[in-house]
């Protein structure tokens, strides 16, 4: 399908290009949400009529971002989850999850404006992207981590998930003494006295 983007879209174009799109993006995306139009004669007189208008109201949007821009630098949030012993989440943190962290610390954002390509499953440190309009994009810090501490200590540049590693490898090495052919719970005097024993009875018979 072709269409005339009223936006600027992110791979596609500015406002006025018409540019050529699957059925189903410009269908359940482009269309519903006012970024395109469909590219007809009809449409094509309607959006040049009111060029003038649309490209002064996108200015004006993207001013505002700037300026909502500005308030962004240097932001990073502070998610604390349970995770396993390898790092691994509990469950996954999700745009939800950094939409609420950003509203509560003061930032008028949407679901819609934050870009997380998968959700995030490990503790770490994530620079996540943040659409405030077609043309303006901040990026947030999001450090996931089990514990105050340990995200003070993330925030420092210090690779937990590396030093648990290391730690785990430290004990691996430990194995405890243990006879295969002794009887749960025996103690060593039980099992030397053992063979003693049977080679009486074996004397015996």
Do not use: C, W
């Amino acid at each position: 399908m072709e269409v005339i983007l009223l936006e600027r879209v992110e791979k596609l174009g500015a406002i006025g290009d018409v540019v050529k799109v699957k059925d189903g993006f410009a269908r359940n995306y482009l269309l519903p949400n006012k970024k395109a139009l469909r590219s007809n004669a009809a449409n094509r007189k309607v959006f040049e009529a009111n060029r003038a208008r649309i490209e002064a109201d996108n200015a004006a949007r993207r001013t505002d971002a700037e300026k909502e821009a500005g308030t962004f630098n240097d932001v990073s949030v502070t998610l604390i989850r349970q995770a396993s012993n390898t790092g691994q989440l509990y469950g996954s943190v999700a745009v939800r999850d950094l939409v609420e962290a950003l509203v509560a610390d003061g930032h008028k954002i949407t679901k819609s404006q934050v870009v997380l390509d998968k959700p995030i499953k490990a503790i770490g440190v994530y620079e996540v992207r943040v659409q405030l309009h077609p043309e303006v994009s901040v990026t947030v810090k999001v450090n996931v981590a089990r514990s105050p501490e340990e995200a003070d200590m993330q925030a420092q540049g210090v690779d937990v998930m590396a030093q648990m590693f290391e730690e785990g490898r430290d004990t691996t090495g430990f194995v405890e003494d243990y006879d295969p052919n002794a009887e749960p719970g025996a103690t060593a005097e039980v099992r030397e006295e053992a063979p003693a024993a049977d080679e009486g009875e074996t004397a015996e018979g």
